[in-house]
């Protein structure tokens, strides 16, 4: 599966919301929100893919259930 950033999104990670998809979600995949991308991500050559993912969850699934933020 292809993005329009060229970017695979793995078959897996986009069946089901996870508390972390949840997370960006909620934050509107806004990484300067984002703890796990400044824990991991500040200083790395890598870019968190989560945006991508939370993009094909929406596409593939709906948003996630309001009950499920909690």
Same mark, same amino acid.
């Given at each position: 599966?292809?993005?329009?950033?060229? @970017?695979?999104?793995?078959?897996? %990670?986009?069946?089901?919301?996870?508390?972390?998809?949840?997370?960006?979600?909620?934050?509107?995949?806004?990484?300067?929100?984002? &703890?796990?991308?400044?824990?991991?991500?500040?200083?790395?050559?890598?870019?968190?893919?989560?945006?991508?993912? @939370? %993009?094909?969850? @929406?596409?593939?699934?709906?948003?996630?259930?309001? &009950?499920?933020?909690?």
């Amino acid at each position: 599966m292809k993005y329009r950033y060229n @970017v695979a999104c793995s078959e897996t %990670i986009s069946k089901n919301w996870t508390p972390t998809a949840i997370e960006c979600y909620k934050i509107g995949c806004a990484c300067s929100k984002c &703890n796990l991308n400044k824990l991991y991500f500040s200083d790395s050559i890598f870019k968190c893919k989560m945006k991508e993912t @939370v %993009i094909e969850l @929406v596409r593939r699934l709906g948003a996630p259930e309001e &009950n499920s933020y909690e």
